[in-house]
């Protein structure tokens, strides 16, 4: 799955969006990371396929990121979604316990974080329904693997789309442009692991732009 990417990397704008205060430790943690990596806003939107304005609301919380835009910008900052969404742990633990994965919504997709934090991969339980952010294409630097879990995932890899059934994995450099989506009305539900790569050019998306922006 990508995650992936000059679009809006999620739909931004759309309503898949989370509802306000879904994400409340958001805004903070995405200028103090952005800062932190000595970028300018105009810099760090161009990374991520985003618009300055857009960027600009999802710092000051008028605008909520949807997983795929969490991802990009996770990417350009060199960090994990976990420290985008302010969550903490007091030590980075080998073993993850089913208990202690709770559910995030973004963009209409749930995800668990299944790896700890801090680490030169991440790894992430998803649930992506049916008709989700299927138009989203994705390029980024780095590597993906995704293995389905429940339900039949469609993925699109350059010009080849495969069809993916419970059981079966896939494993890309996500240089090459990919998409995914859910066949099943039901949704599909997925492990994923993808590199994480500190890169101006870390998250390029291509897509539809909806309502406009760069």
């Known amino acids: 799955m990508s995650s992936s990417e000059t679009e809006r990397p999620s739909g931004a704008d759309s309503p ?6 879904a994400l409340t430790a958001v805004a903070p943690q995405l200028r103090a990371l952005r800062r932190q990596a000595s970028l300018t806003l105009e810099a760090a939107a161009r990374a991520a396929g985003l618009s300055p304005a857009h960027l600009s609301r999802l710092e000051t919380g008028q605008r909520q990121p949807s ?3 969490l991802l990009a910008l996770a990417r350009v900052y ?6 985008l ?12 316990r089913a208990a202690d994965m709770e559910p995030t919504a973004a963009g209409g997709w749930t995800y668990w974080q ?8 991440q790894a992430l339980r998803v649930h992506v329904p049916h008709g ?6 994705r390029v980024h630097p780095g590597e993906e ?11 699109r890899l350059g010009d080849t789309t495969h069809r993916l059934a419970a059981g079966d994995s896939a494993h890309f450099d996500s240089l090459t442009p990919h998409r995914i989506a859910a066949e099943d009305h039901d949704g599909v539900e997925l492990l994923f692991v993808h590199t994480l790569l500190q890169s101006p050019t870390a998250a390029l998306c291509l897509g539809p732009t909806p309502g406009g922006g760069s």
């Open 78 to 83: 060199g960090t994990t979604v976990s420290e």
């Open 145 to 155: 693997w995704l293995h389905v879990l429940r339900g039949r995932l469609r993925l």
């Open 16 to 21: 898949a969006e989370p509802a306000a205060g």
């Open 85 to 96: 969404l302010g969550e903490t742990v007091a030590e980075r633990d080998s073993v993850i």
């Open 67 to 69: 997983l795929p835009m």
């Open 132 to 137: 989700s952010q299927g138009d989203i294409v």
């Open 114 to 121: 299944a790896g700890a934090p801090g680490r030169g991969m």
